[in-house]
T-cell receptor, first 115, second 108 residues
Framework: DGGITQSPKYLFRKEGQNVTLSCEQN?????MYWYRQDPGQGLRLIYY???????QKGDIAEGYSVSREKKESFPLTVTSAQKNPTAFYLC??????????????FGDGTRLSIL | GQQLNQSPQSMFIQEGEDVSMNCTSS?????WLWYKQDPGEGPVLLIA?????ELTSNGRLTAQFGITRKDSFLNISASIPSDVGIYFC????????FGDGTTLTVKP
């Protein structure tokens, strides 16, 4: 079945560590996105990528980094510069960003906690 | 910047009741999407609206794209316990943002 796979489901980070969240899609979508969700709040855009080897900052990119070396993969690194990383992270993809009305399809998320 | 207001923030209803929620904005959009998020999972697309004035149904769900293109509503008829979750609107026009969500609780 086609879809978006995020791993791991739960992740724990020690203070000062970088951690990388995985996102893989087999939908052949060009565009991929990372969102952060805090309790009782909506989704806030961290980074997005329209095509391989290209990505753009979203609304809350500070303390995060991404790469897009393959069409299927868009990993997110939460760096030690992110002072409040505890949140639910969601990855999404869409056919293309060019036609901005295309729906985004989501993975099941990774919950990151600080030890 | 874009101002998006989703209301109500939360709803507590009895099973069998109808539900209505809406999103309004100061900006004009060419698409309105409605998603549902179950606890601990990613949002799932419920309904997509692409034309001003469009009224679309998906089972017990009905959504409309406002004539002004600045608002949309989602109705759920005869609610059941599995309707519990967070409902988000997501208007689209270039870079845009999700609503803050409506948390629905259904009491059996």
């Amino acid at each position: 079945d086609g879809g978006i796979t995020q791993s791991p489901k739960y992740l724990f980070r020690k203070e000062g560590q970088n951690v990388t969240l995985s996102c893989e899609q087999n939908l052949n979508h060009d565009a991929m996105y990372w969102y952060r969700q805090d309790p009782g709040q909506g989704l806030r855009l961290i980074y997005y990528s329209q095509i391989v080897n290209d990505f753009q900052k979203g609304d809350i990119a500070e303390g995060y980094s991404v790469s897009r070396e393959k069409k299927e993969s868009f990993p997110l690194t939460v760096t030690s510069a992110q002072k409040n990383p505890t949140a639910f992270y969601l990855c999404a993809s869409s056919i293309t960003v060019r036609y901005s009305n295309q729906p985004q399809h989501f993975g099941d998320g990774t919950r990151l906690s600080i030890l | 910047g874009q101002q998006l207001n989703q209301s109500p923030q939360s709803m507590f209803i009895q099973e069998g009741e109808d539900v209505s929620m809406n999103c309004t904005s100061s900006s004009i959009f060419n698409t309105w999407l409605w998603y549902k998020q179950d606890p601990g999972e990613g949002p799932v697309l419920l309904i997509a609206l692409y034309k001003a004035g469009e009224l679309t149904s998906n089972g017990r769900l009905t959504a409309q794209f406002g004539i002004t293109r600045k608002d949309s509503f989602l109705n759920i008829s005869a609610s059941i316990p599995s309707d519990v979750g967070i409902y988000f609107c997501f208007p689209r026009a270039g870079k845009s943002t999700f609503g803050d969500g409506t948390t629905l609780t259904v009491k059996p």
